[in-house]
Structure formats: structure tokens, C-alpha cells
């Protein structure tokens, strides 16, 4: 469903002066940027130069560049300052709202690109599907259908209760409407605070007596049923395309928010998780901390906010991270994860230019901070330079850049480069084939399509067995893995009841089983990554030949390289809640209403195994389809670009005609030494 609505200046978000420090700590990511548009104006050339079918290839490769967007998804409960730290992160105080508490359950991505000035200049709301509204509405989500197995009357009635608040919320507010709603988009050519505000705000509710602006009735209109919002704007602080993902808590009554947050953590291959100076970790940190306890160190960055509120910073700030440390050794979170600290308040007060206008407190806390800092030295620096760095937010985005730069940007401009290059080496080989070099051959153009067509298939199947067959063996494991967890927490229970009968104080920790299902898929992992490089090296060898027996001397410096094997995605869905780390009364009752310590047994058997059930689902059916989704379509890929090739020497191509024509370059300039030029470039960053 396409939108369009007149935007008017009264709801035109504030643009304050962009100050000059905001590229601090970008400085990786501006040399990415100009590295990326050096190998596009090589890809440009190339484009020129190459057939038909190769040069839908390149283009293809510059629409890839092109939307190269890094993503980083930033987690953290209410109040920790999440939304306050994205807006900064933007270069925009004001964007998103960031009072107590102001989402449902939404994630909302910011898509920045860089621009001169800023703009809002699209946006796309998506609701729930009707699967996932008939789940929360019909059985409560996972709650509700722990409670329901169970036969917890009492619980189920609150969330039944809960629900219908949910439901009377959404029809008050839609009317008619709310049915249709259901599954589909809203798409806006801009977005302004009224427009945030009806989508992804919280509405308040009124009593029927009490007079109500048009505008506060339009706030939350489609919160209770909206799934994710994109909002897509021009930054002038970011020298590259990049998304901020800003993620709900994990901790609602249905848990959908942590399904969703799980799900934007697998989009994603860096998190930012944001804990408040002033609170202890609380069991939404813990939650936090379980699910990113599955990604690697360097895909993390804590980012501890709310400096600007502590009385004594640089007393408290290495107690601080002493305590967070601890914890995260105990929850078995990866090592040596940096751990920032800063004000995302200090950073907005410095975006909109009311440094002077903090109040007297925070500009205490941010004297006694700056006097904990002895790289800045006040005398050289403006004040508001000062602030900026106080803030956090260099030192954050130099974290992130280095890590966007090395682990993601680096990485796909090579695989980028590298189809480029065996692009380029194919256009030479058209040149010597032109010139008559391909001779005493054995094989005909024609037969060397039919050819590779058929070993193509052949290669493609045969990953598709042996993927298939890992799968199967992963099955074997992580069943065996759930069977053995299983009867150990029946055994468990059993011993808890002999000694000390129906006491509600038994829990059993599910670590375990995250434990055997992370083993059971590294080694998965592991074998589909073997056989991926087994198939392609094998690829890449029966595909030269073809090029060999076709053409013989002439492909002599046709540049052929295997595809980069895709890295295993990280098992998020480990760290996902099993609803056996909840308990409560009712745990005695349903005790109480069963006859005989084995007949309990049997029941809590079938809890276990129905409870964990979606846990096993997405581990086995959701990630492994991942990996053998992403395997297969990089082979698939290649075998594209090469067969492009391939048809592209065969039939030849008048070459300098399509330099004159689509170059405009000097006639003096040949075929020869422009492709040396590009792959001169391309060859700086291939492999």
C-alpha cells in the first residue's frame, strides 16, 4: 500500500549546524568511501569495454557496491538511552523520539547515506502478518502456550487479559481499518515527527471525558500492530552508506520483542549494546548478554551511557567495568569485548547547540569526566570539541569503523574486485581471440557452452547432496543433544522431589543444552564450509579446462579464482529465552494435581520437549537453510559470471568501436592499455 502525504513546515524535524568534529573517529570509513568510488570508476570503464553479457555482470557489480550498507544494531532496555545514543550516532539530536518507553514492538532502521544537507526522504512501515498476530492473539505467544501446556489457569487468564487490551487498543484506534492493515506497508516519499509519532510511538490513552487534541489522537495510531519501520535519510556525517538499527527490549509479556530482536541481530554483523552508568545489570542485561553471548567478541561494543549522571566518574567508571567484566565472564560472553563509556545526552546537547544550556549537574559531571581524559587539551580545543569527544561517541565510532572497515568492507570490495578481474583478464582473452590466437583447439564455442552447462548442473547437485547430507547429520546430533538434555532435566526434577517434595524453589538451568547445540553447529558449520571450498575449487578447475581445450593460448592470462566461501552465520537463536528460566506459584499446584513423582516426570517430559520445540526449529530448519542458501547462490553466482564470460569470447566484440563511442576517451587511447588501466585498480584490492 503506497502512501503520500503533504508534509508541512511545523513538523519539519530541526537541522542544526553540523559541527566540523562529527567525522571524528569516521576516518576508516571516508577512506573506504573513496576506495569504493575508485574501483567504481574502474567498474565503469570496464563496462564499456566488455560484451553484452559481461557487462550486465559489471553492472551488476556497481548496483552491489552501490548498496553496500553495513548494518549495526543497537540493543539496550528502557532507559539505558538507546534511542538518545542513535540519534547521535546520526549526526540528528531530534530524529527519533527518546522519552520513557516511547516504542512498541518495533525495530527501526535508519538507512544513512551521505549528503551536502540533510533530508528526510523516505519511509516504509511494516505490520504484522497474520501469523503473527493470530499466535499473540489466539495462544498468548510463548507464554501463553507455556501456560496453556501446563495448565497454568491463573497465568493464562492475565495474559488473556493482557491480550485483550492489546486487541480493544488496536480497534479503538483503526476501526474498520484494522483488518485490512494486517500484513501490508505503508510507503512515504518523506517522514517528519507527526508521521514517527503515528507509527512507532506508544499512544496515550484517554478516558472518554477527557478532550484530546487531533494530534494526540493520531500519536500511537498503528503502534500494537506495527512490526518494523525504515526510515531513509541523507546524513552529512557519514561518509558511507550505513544503517542504525534501533531494536526493542527483550523483555515483554509475549516475548515477540525478543523473536524480533533475534532477528535483527542475524541481520546484522555488528551490535552496539547499551547499558546505563547509573543501574546494576538487570535480567533484560542478562537476556541481552545471552543473546549476543553467541557472536564473536569483535561484533560487539558496549557502550556504557549516562556518564553525564554519575557524581564521581573517575571513581566510579572502573568499578563500573570491573562489574560488567565479571558478569560477562560468568554468562560465558565473549572476551576482550570493548566497553566504552560516554553520554549520548552530552552528544545530542552538542548536535542542537545547547552545550550552555545543560543543566548545572551535567556540566559538573562533565568537568569531573574531562579531568579523568588527558589526551584532550583544552587550551587547543573549542569547547563544544571538547564535549563531542567527552561524549563517547569518536572513541565508539572508532570501534565500529575499524571493525565495519576490516571484518565487512574490506572483505566484500575484494569479492567485488575479484569478479571484476576475471571480467577484465575475459575481455583480453576476447582481444587475443580477435587477433586470431585461438588456435588447434579441440573444442568449438558451441560445444564449450553445452559443456559448461552441464557440468554446472553436475557441480550444483552435487553440493546440494553432500549439504543436504550434513544437514541430515546435524539432525542426527542436535536430537540426540535435546533427547539427552531432556531426560537430565527429568532426572533432575525426580532427585529434587525425593529430597524436598513439591517445593517451588526446583529450576533447572538450560545451559546445557545451548552448550551441545553450539558444538553440534560449529561442527556443522565447519563440514558445510569444507564442502563448499571442496565444490568450488572443483568448479573452478573442470571450468578452466573448459576455457583451455576452447581456446587455448589465447586465455593465458585469463585471472580465474574460486569464490569466496561464505562465513557460518552466527547461531543467535542459542541465546533465545527457554521458558524453563521462568517460575513461578503455579509450579506447585500443577505438582500438587498429579499423582506420584513418574507420573510427573512424564509430564514434564513432554513440557520440556514441547517448550523447546521452537528453539530446536530455529537452530536446525531456520539457520541451516541459511547456510545452505547463501553456499548454493555464491556458487550459482559464479557460475553465472563465468558462463557470461564464456559467451562473451566466443562471440566476440568490436572493441575499440564501443571505446570511441561510449568513452568518449582519446583515440589514441587502445582497448589494451584502458584494460590495463582497470585492472591495475581492480587488482589493488582483488583477493
Known amino acids: 500500500m503506497n502512501v503520500e502525504v503533504r508534509k508541512t513546515e511545523t ?3 530541526r537541522k542544526a549546524p553540523r559541527p566540523a568534529t562529527l567525522s571524528a573517529g569516521l576516518e576508516l570509513l571516508e577512506h573506504f568511501a573513496e ?11 570496464l563496462a564499456a569495454l566488455t560484451g553484452t553479457n559481461s557487462a550486465k555482470a559489471v553492472a551488476r557489480l ?20 538507546k534511542t538518545a545514543l542513535v540519534n547521535a550516532m546520526a549526526g540528528w539530536s531530534d530524529l527519533l523520539p527518546s522519552d520513557v518507553n516511547p516504542w512498541t514492538s518495533v525495530v527501526t532502521s535508519l538507512h544513512l547515506k551521505p549528503g551536502e544537507s540533510r533530508s528526510e526522504n523516505g519511509a516504509c512501515f511494516k505490520f504484522m502478518t497474520d501469523d503473527e498476530w493470530e499466535r499473540l492473539l489466539n495462544k498468548g505467544g510463548r507464554m501463553g502456550e507455556l501456560a496453556s501446556r501446563a495448565g497454568a489457569e491463573s497465568e493464562l487468564q492475565k495474559i488473556s487479559e493482557q491480550i485483550e487490551i492489546v486487541r480493544q487498543k488496536a480497534r479503538h484506534r483503526l476501526g474498520k481499518k484494522f483488518e485490512l492493515l494486517i500484513g501490508q506497508e505503508h510507503d512515504y516519499g518523506y517522514f517528519d515527527k507527526n508521521l514517527l509519532e503515528k507509527y512507532i510511538c506508544l499512544g496515550d490513552d484517554f478516558d472518554g471525558d477527557e478532550e484530546v ?5 493520531e500519536q500511537g495510531r498503528f503502534a500494537e500492530i506495527l512490526r518494523s519501520a525504515d526510515l531513509y535519510l541523507n546524513s552529512t556525517t557519514v561518509p558511507s552508506n550505513l544503517c542504525l538499527r534501533d531494536t526493542p527490549g527483550v523483555n515483554d509479556t509475549f516475548m515477540m520483542r525478543e523473536q524480533i530482536t533475534v532477528q535483527a541481530i542475524r541481520d546484522s554483523k555488528l551490535c552496539v549494546v547499551v547499558l546505563s552508568a547509573n543501574q546494576a545489570l ?12 553467541n557472536l564473536k567478541s569483535r561484533n560487539i561494543v558496549i557502550f556504557v551511557n549516562r556518564v553525564d549522571e554519575l557524581q564521581a566518574p573517575a571513581q566510579q567508571v572502573p568499578e563500573i567495568e570491573r562489574s560488567i567484566r565479571q558478569t560477562l565472564r560468568q554468562k560465558r560472553a565473549p572476551e576482550n569485548i570493548d566497553i566504552i563509556f560516554g553520554s549520548a545526552y552530552w552528544a545530542n546537547a552538542v548536535l ?35 564535549v563531542w569527544e567527552l561524549s563517547g561517541l569518536p572513541s565508539l565510532f572508532r570501534a565500529l569503523s575499524e571493525r565495519i572497515v576490516m571484518d565487512i568492507a574490506n572483505p566484500f570490495l575484494s569479492k567485488i574486485t575479484t569478479t571484476a578481474v576475471s571480467l577484465a583478464t575475459g575481455q583480453q582473452a576476447v582481444s587475443k581471440v580477435q587477433l586470431g590466437e585461438a588456435k588447434g583447439t579441440s573444442m568449438t564455442p558451441e560445444e564449450a557452452l553445452f559443456s559448461f552447462d552441464r557440468i554446472a548442473d553436475q557441480h550444483t547437485q552435487a553440493l546440494q547432496r553432500d549439504l543436504v547430507q550434513a544437514t541430515e547429520d546435524y539432525y542426527a546430533r542436535a536430537d540426540r543433544a535435546h533427547d539427552q538434555f531432556i531426560e537430565r532435566a527429568t532426572q533432575s ?69 574460486a569464490p569466496a566461501v561464505p562465513s557460518t552465520p552466527p547461531p543467535i537463536s542459542l541465546g533465545q529465552t527457554i521458558a524453563l528460566d521462568f517460575h513461578d506459584g ?19 517430559r513432554q513440557l520440556i520437549a514441547d517448550e523447546t520445540q521452537d528453539f530446536m526449529a530455529q537452530l536446525k530448519t531456520i539457520q541451516t537453510q541459511e547456510v545452505r542458501d547463501q553456499i548454493l547462490a555464491t556458487l550459482r553466482l559464479f557460475l553465472d559470471d563465468q558462463k557470461d564470460i564464456l559467451s562473451d569470447i566466443g562471440k566476440g566484440t568490436d572493441a575499440d568501436a564501443k571505446v570511441q563511442s561510449r568513452m568518449g576517451r582519446s583515440t589514441h587511447a587502445t582497448q589494451t592499455e584502458i584494460l590495463d588501466d582497470v585492472l591495475s585498480v581492480l587488482r589493488g584490492y582483488a583477493g
Open 213 to 217: 487534541s487531533a494530534d494526540q489522537e
Open 493 to 561: 526434577l525426580i532427585a529434587h522431589l525425593e529430597q524436598w517434595g513439591p517445593s517451588d524453589g526446583w529450576k533447572y538451568d538450560p545451559t546445557g543444552l545451548r552448550l551441545l547445540m553450539r558444538s553440534a553447529y560449529s561442527v556443522f558449520g565447519k563440514r558445510a564450509q569444507s564442502i563448499a571450498e571442496q565444490h568450488f575449487d572443483a568448479a573452478l578447475a573442470d571450468i578452466a579446462e573448459i576455457y583451455s581445450s576452447t581456446y587455448g593460448e589465447a586465455v593465458a592470462g585469463f585471472q580465474l579464482a
Open 35 to 45: 576506495d569504493t568510488k575508485r574501483v567504481d570508476e574502474a567498474l565503469q570503464t
Open 586 to 604: 503455579w509450579w506447585v499446584s500443577w505438582w500438587q494435581r498429579l499423582r506420584g513423582y513418574e507420573t510427573f516426570a512424564r509430564k514434564f
Open 62 to 81: 556497481r548496483k552491489e557496491l552501490a548498496e553496500f550498507e553495513p548494518t549495526i544494531t543497537v540493543l539496550g532496555q528502557v532507559k539505558a538511552g
Open 282 to 293: 538487570s535480567s533484560v542485561d542478562m537476556g541481552l548478554i545471552r543473546l549476543i553471548s
Open 11 to 13: 513538523t519539519e524535524l
Open 352 to 386: 542542537s547547540g545547547d552545550v550552555q544550556k545543560m543543566p548545572q549537574e551535567r556540566i559538573k559531571a562533565l568537568l569531573k569526566w574531562a579531568e579523568t581524559d588527558r589526551d584532550i587539551k583544552c587550551s587547543e580545543t573549542e569547547p563544544f570539541e571538547i
